[in-house]
């Protein structure tokens, strides 16, 4: 008995593991766009001034500027939050053992930090490393290793976390988070 055979199907040849690609990848095609959009170079240069003015407006005790980085002037509208290292913490709780990681101090807010830079006459800055940077054009996230100097001396450390929003009058600092360590923490990292 003699089989059949098929006709030639030029299409079933075309299914070999490059044209598959090929045709995912040209799925694909309509997402690039919103992916492109990420991380423009105009985005992180405007993130990165914000960034340089913070730091350099503490160095100045430049108030005005500084504060202009901040979505609003209101200190109840900008979180700010800080959380303390387990052994530096732990060094707290001696004196105070009510102490806890993250506690809401009102008093501890972006315009208490310029306002103390303003008032003493000794140097201070904040120092930034290892600096990310993670926008879609309208929001970003920033982190980074900070480290903290009075009057040239370091005073504390951490890794510290922005969130800015892209408004009509440019890039600013929507709420900011940090952890501190210091002479008690258990290492410099």
């Not at 997402?31 to 992180?44: F, G, I, M, R, S």
């Not at 600096?131 to 900070?146: K, P």
């Amino acid at each position: 008995m003699r089989m059949p055979t098929l006709p030639f199907n030029p299409t079933l040849q075309m299914h070999t593991p490059g044209t598959v690609l090929t045709s995912l990848a040209l799925c694909l095609l309509p997402c690039l766009p919103a992916c492109a959009e990420q991380n423009t170079p105009a985005d992180v240069e405007a993130i990165e001034q914000v960034i340089e003015s913070f730091r350099t407006s503490l160095i100045n005790k430049d108030k005005p500027t500084y504060m202009s980085l901040f979505f609003s002037d209101r200190p109840d509208d900008i979180g700010w939050q800080f959380v303390s290292e387990d052994r530096r913490l732990a060094d707290i709780r001696r004196a105070k053992t009510d102490a806890i990681k993250a506690r809401k101090i009102p008093s501890n807010n972006f315009i208490s930090l310029i306002d103390e830079a303003v008032a003493t006459a000794e140097p201070r800055e904040e120092k930034f490393f290892n600096t990310r940077i993670d926008t879609d054009g309208d929001v970003a996230s920033v982190s980074f290793d900070y480290s903290f100097h009075a009057n040239g001396v370091k005073a504390n450390w951490g890794r510290e976390m922005w969130q800015l929003v892209r408004t009509e009058r440019g890039w600013k600092i929507f709420s900011v988070i940090y952890s501190i360590r210091d002479k008690r923490s258990s290492a410099e990292s």
